[in-house]
């Protein structure tokens, strides 16, 4: 299996606005979505269009948003994963599995903040960096 294109950065923040703003001021990223909260997934979510990717701003929502762990250690936020497109995300994640790597929870694809499925694959397996694969949008 080879991935597709990537498709976001994703970035930790524990003040979402604050951070947008940062990204418009200093790099002139003015083109931003809406913040939307996301409570099944415990995030507030704001994508930022950079021309040949975005930026993925998540702001944890609720004690047990999966951003809080990665907040604890890293107070001020940070690089949180990469997401990188496959054509199949079933067959993705097999092939992962497959090839020895870790995919995180149940390893059952559920819908991300951009409406298809995706899985996160151990950070451990690529030394440091949580990558997400997405099925790639229709
Ligand atoms: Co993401």
């Not at 890293?74 to 496959?86: A, D, I, S, W, Y």
């Not at 097999?94 to 995180?104: C, N, P, Q, Y």
């Amino acid at each position: 299996m080879n991935v597709g294109r990537l498709n976001h950065i994703g970035i930790a923040t524990p003040d979402i606005a604050a951070t947008r703003d940062a990204y418009a001021a200093l790099y002139g990223l003015e083109k931003a979505t809406e913040i939307k909260e996301f409570p099944k997934l415990g995030v507030k979510v704001c994508f930022i269009d950079t021309g040949n990717t975005e930026l993925e701003l998540l702001e944890p929502l609720g004690a047990e948003s999966p951003v809080n762990r990665f907040l604890e250690k890293n107070p001020k936020g940070g690089q949180h994963h990469l997401c990188f497109e496959v054509p199949d995300i079933i067959a993705a994640r097999d092939a992962m599995r497959g090839k020895g790597a870790t995919v995180l929870g149940t390893g059952e694809p559920y819908i991300g903040a951009h409406g298809v499925p995706v899985i996160f694959v151990h950070p451990k397996d690529t030394h440091g960096v949580l990558i997400e694969l997405m099925q790639e949008p229709a």
